[in-house]
T-cell receptor, first 114, second 112 residues
């Protein structure tokens, strides 16, 4: 069974440029998460989806970050414009409904903002 | 404010030794405590988890010890192997909530 797929794996951009990350969760997983992991830190939740509905986006910096999960499957996380402090690994995870402690993570998208 | 405090930040253990990583929390609403293992360039992967109604859970060489009164839990890796070298994160989830709070991680190095 395929795991969570993310792309791109690496992205280098200059500040003020836009960037987008894509995630394909495990088939059958209704719940999808975007986490940000700063260097030497644990993942921090940005947004959680149940199917296509964003049910927890309290930690998403809405002035520059946006996300969508059309049709309740794939998801895209966008940053516009990017700032230096956005450099991090953006992790996508999925889980079965109600199994919110048992997350399956993708390999992440490492963003470097110059 | 860090919801889950993890220590040590890094740990070096000889092959065959015991690795111990500790975590502490304050929120008594937490009711699920997983540990995740992360290799460089990979996403975290669930290793083992415990609920507060038991004091210990063992899976192979990995054991979680849980002290509800002290609000502490720890991961013990017995007979540590070089392949165990990774970063380990403890985490906690509150009852009725759906957010998993992660610790800051422990970088384990097992030397042959």
């Amino acid at each position: 069974e395929a795991g969570v797929v993310q792309s791109p794996r690496y992205k280098i951009i200059e500040k003020k440029q836009p960037v987008a990350f894509w995630c394909n969760p495990i088939s059958g997983h209704n719940t999808l998460y975007w986490y940000r992991q700063n260097l030497g830190q644990g993942p921090e939740l940005l947004i959680r989806y149940e199917n296509e509905e964003a049910v927890d986006d309290s930690q998403l910096p809405k002035d520059r970050f946006s996300a969508e999960r059309l049709k309740g499957v794939d998801s895209t996380l966008k940053i516009q414009p990017a700032e230096l402090g956005d450099s991090a690994v953006y992790l996508c995870a999925s889980s079965l409904r109600g199994r919110t402690g048992e997350l399956f993570f993708g390999e992440g998208s490492r963003l470097t903002v110059l | 404010q860090q919801q889950v405090k993890q220590s040590p930040q890094s740990l070096i253990v000889q092959k065959g030794g015991i690795s111990i990583i500790n975590c502490a929390y304050e929120n008594t609403a937490f009711d699920y405590f997983p540990w995740y293992q992360q290799f460089p360039g990979k996403g975290p992967a669930l290793l083992i988890a415990i609920r507060p109604d038991v004091s210990e859970k063992k899976e192979g060489r990995f054991t979680i010890s849980f002290n509800k009164s002290a609000k502490q839990f720890s991961l013990h890796i017995m007979d540590s192997q070089p392949g165990d070298s990774a970063t380990y994160f403890c985490a906690a989830r509150a009852s009725g909530a759906n957010n998993l709070f992660f610790g800051t991680g422990t970088r384990l190095t097992v030397i042959p």
